[in-house]
């Protein structure tokens, strides 16, 4: 189920250092954002205080559940049943098949879990044109690759997708046609998508953009993205 996201007064730091701070930010669930801006500027932190991965100050709320609050194990179990994350270098098991890949989760979940997640996976492969079989991922494209790893952000049916540069390693044609299926995939299962991205084609298919520079949010748009 996707949730509302409400920040207050969020502040990330590392010592005395303050790599982010962003004082109101809501979205309603189901939404597609976009986070742009100069490399080095916090995107990325932003993204790992979202999904929970690092400590932050002031208010993160998903839904009714405020990830500032939750100690790390108690966080781990929110993002292991809510959030979907794909990333950057895709973060394969090589030597395994797409449906291995993408069923990965299943590993980490109760006997009962096991079957509707594989099930789940074979069906995301399947709607994203992933080859079948059991050739092993390592002798993938680009593209089929990162196709694998949005199939296994979707096996647990995650409300909430959080991407890092999703189109990053992709030439355009491939990259295209991942927005498309990415997109897709998002607003037909009501999901709020969360994609960093430089890529002026992904931003510019989504409802809203953010820019993050010098670890703040400076611009907050509609669906036009520079």
Not at 2 to 24: C, S
Not at 149 to 176: N, V
């Amino acid at each position: 189920m996707a949730l509302p996201l409400e920040i207050k007064d969020l502040e990330v730091r590392a010592g005395t250092r303050t790599l982010l701070k962003v004082g109101d930010l809501s979205a309603p669930a189901g939404a597609l954002i976009g986070i742009r801006g100069p490399s080095g500027a916090g995107k990325s932190t932003f993204l790992h205080a979202l999904s929970g991965l690092i400590e932050v100050r002031g208010r993160l709320c998903w839904g009714e559940v405020d990830l500032a609050r939750l100690r790390p194990e108690r966080r781990t179990a929110f993002r292991a049943h809510n959030m979907g994350l794909i990333f950057q270098d895709f973060l394969l098991f090589e030597e395994l098949s797409p449906q291995a890949n993408a069923g990965l989760s299943g590993l980490f979940r109760t006997r009962h879990d096991r079957a509707p997640i594989a099930t789940r996976a074979a069906e995301a492969l399947a709607r994203l044109g992933v080859p079948q079989g059991n050739r092993k991922v390592g002798s993938f494209s680009g593209g089929e690759r990162q196709r694998v790893a949005i199939a296994r952000a979707l096996a647990t049916d995650p409300g909430l997708l959080l991407a890092d540069e999703p189109t990053a390693s992709l030439d355009r044609r491939a990259a295209d046609a991942l927005i498309e299926d990415l997109t897709g995939l998002a607003r037909a299962g009501g999901k709020t998508l969360i994609a960093v991205s430089h890529d002026a084609h992904l931003l510019e298919r989504l409802d809203r953009v953010l820019t993050i520079e010098d670890g703040k949010v400076t611009d907050d748009t509609g669906v036009q993205a520079a």
